[in-house]
């Protein structure tokens, strides 16, 4: 039952981390912004960054209506579905996520205050100030750069590693850390949790109320009481938790009452 | 539930608020700030400028403000003041005959803008400037006794004006953070919501596209700016040659072409394009010029100024051997290397 799960959501993943590093053939950055947190200055990122990008416009005063439509879209179509399946720094979570402790609402709130600083930042210095601090940047660029003989180990280096490692000890000890708490992209596909097409379902007339959705829920949540959470990333494993199959995912493109 | 509500007005009140906030980039100094004049006379003041800043400020200009029996001889504006660049103004401050003895507030209103990418701002700054106006007989000691005639200062705000599409930015987050949260968590209003976000979808990414912001964004995520996303610190003061390069540049004889590949939104390159500056000011065997990868896409593929598929801001580029040095880290030295005239 479990298998069924996991086998494509590590699909998605795989497909996730694939495009993430596609640059290695050569093609170069695309138009395309990538549905999750993947630095663009990665050597090997052929898609922008959303959350970059849009600290870019902020400072350039462009009103960002090519950024709005593929964030629309792609909270439309998944909401965090996109965390849990795509995101390649959801996987480096998924591969830390040993302890599911309960998440913490008022603190998974923090989320949208780093969405906010990150821009209310970018306005107020005219710069990329969450790159400078981003986790993943420190992965997907920093150290990339730094074998490659472009960075060096210097002051921004040592804050990225800094910021990386705190990540990845937060990751060790709460499963799913930076999507939870504190990541400014699922922060803004959170947003359409609620509304996306892609959708986790609980039948109330089968749910036997035993909690096993909640043990086995890598962001800490209740999905059988609470299955439009803003922090739900549509992974399933409540889904193939669920002795009673009172819990479903799947896409729902017609009206829904 | 109310922590929701109070979070998205924070988030727009914030937005809001980030949205005013406008450094000045221009220091302005005035000396003496403190004149003495007769009526009908005249004196000086000078004015001096810094750009401490790694923006290009422009259309700077000078008023006076302050009692009508004053007046300030015509200044030209300066048209661009470039990063780490310093300019000044003479100015001659006169009194009219009829001048009221006593002392005068008075202030220098300073005007010009600066931009960041495509956002430009208008900044007002001032000094303020004590004018004794003395009679010509018994000048000093009669002052303190004297009433203060002077007009109480005037307020000037040094609020920048406005320009419209600022607030478009904070509208469309709170439009867009209403419609989605609030609709979206009504029940039986997913549908209209769903609506909603497609009409945006689609809007979005045809208006985007027809404004080519599809291509903004591929410029973006292909140049990388090394300070941008912490590879290497932004350095925002004006770059001082020590004096062991300054003796090896004396001593250069042979002629080196450099060029010096930058993006304007980068906050490395006016750093770099001001240390070569400073190179070429100190040796005429040095020639420089300035490339806009931006603009000029294709001279950087040309010359190499490619890094693992990212165009890499700021570049300098040596032309007769083709090698390059990025970034901004211990540029002197490197920059000596490059040119073959390191101690």
Redesign the interface.
């Known amino acids: 039952m479990r298998t069924r799960r996991i086998r494509p959501r590590r699909f998605g993943q795989a497909a996730g981390l694939l495009l993430g590093l596609f640059g290695v053939t050569g093609i170069g950055m695309t138009h395309l912004i990538f549905p999750g947190l993947h630095c663009y200055a990665c050597p090997w990122a052929v898609t922008v960054c959303p959350i970059g990008l849009v600290q870019n416009l902020v400072i350039f005063g462009t009103v960002p209506f090519f950024w709005i439509g593929a964030i629309a879209a792609y909270g439309l179509l998944a909401g965090r579905g996109f965390c849990g399946w795509f995101c390649p720094f959801g996987t480096v979570n998924d591969l830390l996520a040993f302890r599911k402790a309960r998440i913490r609402p008022p603190v998974s709130l923090a989320k949208f205050a780093v969405l906010a600083g990150t821009l209310v930042a970018a306005w107020a210095f005219a710069d990329t100030i969450f790159c400078k601090l981003c986790p993943a940047a420190s992965l997907e660029a920093s150290i990339p750069y730094l074998l490659l003989g472009v960075a060096k180990v210097n002051r921004p280096f040592l804050v990225h590693m800094g910021t990386l490692a705190a990540t990845l000890v937060g990751m060790v000890v709460i499963a799913r850390f930076w999507c939870r708490y504190l990541c400014p992209m699922g922060a803004l596909l959170a947003l359409f949790n609620r509304v996306s097409f892609l959708r986790l379902r609980v039948r109330s007339d089968a749910c036997t109320d035993c909690g096993n959705c909640s043990q086995e829920c890598p962001m800490g949540i209740e999905p059988h009481r609470d299955h439009d959470n803003h922090n739900c990333i549509k992974c399933g494993d409540c889904v193939d938790a669920c002795p009673s199959s009172a819990l479903s995912l799947g896409w729902e493109w017609r009206r829904m009452r | 539930m109310i922590?929701?509500r109070i979070?998205v007005a924070?988030?727009v009140v914030?937005?809001g608020?980030?949205?005013t906030?406008q450094?000045p980039i221009l220091r302005f100094s005035v000396a003496p700030e403190s004149l003495a004049l007769t009526p009908g006379g005249s004196t000086s003041v000078t004015v001096r400028i810094e750009n401490d800043s790694i923006r290009e400020a422009d259309d700077v200009e000078v008023a006076f403000e302050g009692s009508d029996a004053l007046s300030i001889s015509p200044a030209a504006p300066i048209s661009v003041i470039p990063p780490f660049d310093t300019a000044r103004w003479d100015l001659e401050i006169s009194a009219a005959n009829d001048a009221p003895i006593g002392v005068s507030k008075a202030r220098l209103e300073f005007i010009y803008t600066y931009c960041?990418?495509?956002?430009c701002f208008q900044i007002v700054d001032g000094r303020p400037l004590e004018i004794r106006i003395e009679a010509p007989a018994a000048p000093a000691e009669l002052d303190s006794e004297r009433p203060d005639p002077s007009p109480p200062e005037t307020p000037v705000s040094a609020a920048p004006s406005s320009?419209p599409?600022?607030w478009?930015?904070p509208l469309?987050?709170a439009i867009?953070?209403a419609a989605?949260?609030l609709i979206?968590?009504a029940a039986?209003g997913?549908?209209a919501?769903?609506a909603l976000?497609?009409v945006?979808?689609?809007?979005?990414?045809?208006?985007?596209?027809a404004?080519r912001?599809?291509?903004?964004?591929?410029g973006?995520?292909?140049v990388?700016c090394?300070?941008?996303?912490?590879?290497?610190?932004?350095r925002h003061e004006a770059p001082r040659l020590s004096a062991a390069a300054i003796d090896a540049l004396s001593r250069l004889e042979e002629h080196r072409e450099l060029v010096v590949f930058y993006a304007p939104?980068c906050?490395s390159c006016p750093y770099a394009e001001a240390m070569v500056e400073a190179f070429a000011d100190r040796s005429d065997r040095i020639t420089y010029r300035l490339v806009n990868v931006e603009d000029e896409p294709e001279t950087a593929k040309e010359f190499g100024i490619i890094?693992?598929?990212?165009t890499?801001v700021p570049a300098t580029l040596r032309i007769d051997t083709g090698e390059v040095i990025?970034?901004i880290?211990d540029l002197e030295r490197r920059l000596l290397t490059l040119i073959g005239g390191a101690p």
């Open positions: 922590p929701r979070l924070a988030i914030l937005i608020l980030a949205a906030a450094e960041v990418g495509d956002l320009n599409w600022r478009a930015l469309m987050a867009l953070l989605v949260v979206g968590r039986g997913r549908s919501a769903r976000i497609v945006g979808v689609i809007g979005g990414l045809a208006y985007g596209v404004l912001q599809h291509e903004q964004a591929q973006i995520g292909a990388l090394t300070s941008c996303v912490g590879i290497e610190e932004a939104w906050h890094q693992s598929g990212r890499i990025f970034g880290d």
